[in-house]
């Protein structure tokens, strides 16, 4: 039998261009290398009646693709938790605030201002579509967001602060990314008032049961052209076709989407090689760095507090943290982000080490309770065979103007999705989505 398309990955990406595909009433066949569907999206419930969301978890204004698809699947969303005082801890001082921006002096408030307002206003001269287009796009991809930072932020402090939200949103140091990349992901996401905030923002709401409820009831509608645990080994396309195979399988199709992440494609054995433009591009794409730690409550007990369990420190190894607990209250969890250069230093702990530092951050900045959990976890995705990182790849100086191009070009009977090849909401459920839709209206086209 030859399918109409075969795709690789089962992830958001992969599961929307079935079922538009299927919709158009093609053949189609989806293999998933793991044992289970949704990607870099992964909900694990645990005894005690309680879920954490391992990998992607919100969604917020503008995402449309992905609260309608919420909607089809007979899900609901709840507000994350946002009410009461925030937590910031630098250096030995513990404060309180309200708002987004903690208490700065004049002269850090204003910096940290002016630089968000600037990365803002010139974002939104990037076209997503072409972003190496820009007159000033080669100064821009030649120099990091940190090189950028020192040269617009004046104040230390004002930096500190820069740096902790630009690694809670890339999961990457600001050394590592060039400041086009910055420039692209911040108009992909509206901006970064919205990429950084709670209400109003891209952490405003959470999925009821968890953000991989959606991809479960797609994987359902799609069972019968659904398999798990095929990981493709090689792809050889030929004048008319494309042949898939793997250990025990082996599949023929008309066209073929791949969607899993870019450093994922390297594992695969191309016959012809993919353009060297393809390869070359994705062997520098690098995968974000971050491991969430969870600790599970009782109850919500800083709620009693006056606290919204949002906090951000210079301390320790998770340099963010919000409330994640579920819609009801039923049990308090903290959720605790640990980042880029932090993540790679975090990894060379033993479970017991990492569980101490996790837990006496959370009690420097929460009270004693904080200490005695009922649960802890941490989920590193370095460490997910299929997946090699999070939350999505990254774009160092010199990739976007050089190669960029090549990102979404199909390569003869291929052609790409997942949320890195999105223009907008990169790197976010809501990307991968848009990227599954183009990917099925491209060979719609064919």
């Not at 919709?23 to 290398?33: F, Q, V, Y």
């Not at 001269?125 to 287009?133: R, T, Y």
């Not at 390869?279 to 507090?305: C, I, N, S």
């Not at 052609?415 to 183009?438: C, L, N, P």
């Amino acid at each position: 039998m030859i399918y109409d398309t075969i795709i690789i990955g089962a992830g958001y990406a992969g599961l929307t261009a079935a079922k538009i595909l299927k919709s158009a009433e093609k053949k189609i066949k989806i293999l998933e290398a793991r044992d289970r569907v949704g990607g870099r999206v992964h909900t694990q419930s645990y005894e005690g009646g309680f879920y954490l969301d391992l990998g992607g978890a919100w969604v917020g204004p503008g995402q449309d693709r992905f609260y309608k698809l919420i909607k089809e699947t007979g899900n609901t969303t709840f507000k994350t938790f946002n009410e009461g005082k925030s937590v910031m801890w630098f250096g030995d001082k513990v404060k309180t605030y309200k708002g987004l921006i903690p208490p700065l002096s004049v002269g850090p408030l204003i910096s940290l201002d002016f630089g968000i307002k600037k990365i803002n206003k010139l974002s939104r001269e990037i076209d997503l579509a072409n972003p190496w287009n820009h007159p000033n796009a080669a100064e821009w991809d030649s120099m990091t967001l940190n090189s950028w930072l020192l040269k617009n932020m004046p104040f230390q402090r004002a930096r500190d602060l820069f740096k902790i939200a630009a690694e809670a949103i890339w999961a990457a140091d600001p050394n590592e990314i060039s400041f086009l990349h910055a420039l692209f992901y911040t108009k992909s996401g509206e901006n970064l008032d919205v990429l950084m905030n709670v209400d109003k923002g891209a952490q405003e709401e959470r999925i009821v049961g968890g953000a991989q409820m959606p991809a479960l009831k797609l994987a359902a509608e799609l069972s019968n052209e659904l398999e798990l645990g095929r990981v493709a080994k090689k792809i050889t396309q030929n004048e008319d076709t494309v042949i898939v195979t793997g250990e025990g399988f082996s599949y023929e199709c008309k066209t073929l989407i791949i969607a899993i992440p870019p450093n994922q494609v390297g594992k695969i054995q191309f016959e012809p090689m993919l353009p060297a433009n393809k390869t070359q591009l994705y062997q520098r794409m690098p995968m974000g760095t971050v491991t969430k730690t969870y600790a599970v409550y009782p109850k919500p007990f800083w709620r009693e507090k006056g606290l919204n369990g949002l906090a951000a420190t210079n301390n320790g190894f998770t340099t963010v943290t919000f409330d994640n607990s579920p819609k009801d209250g039923s049990k308090g969890i903290l959720m605790g982000f640990v980042l880029a250069n932090q993540a790679k230093t975090f990894a060379n702990l033993s479970p017991e080490e990492r569980k101490s530092s996790i837990l006496g951050s959370f009690t420097k900045m929460f009270g004693e309770e904080a200490g005695k959990p009922e649960f802890y976890l941490d989920h590193s995705w370095a460490e997910e065979e299929f997946t090699g990182g999070c939350y999505a790849a990254l774009m160092p100086p010199g990739v976007w103007t050089s190669l960029g191009h090549a990102l979404r070009e199909v390569s003869g009977r291929i052609h790409w999705a997942g949320t890195e090849t999105a223009t907008h909401w990169m790197g976010y459920i809501d990307g991968a989505i848009q990227s599954g839709e183009r990917a099925a209206e491209e060979i719609l086209k064919r």
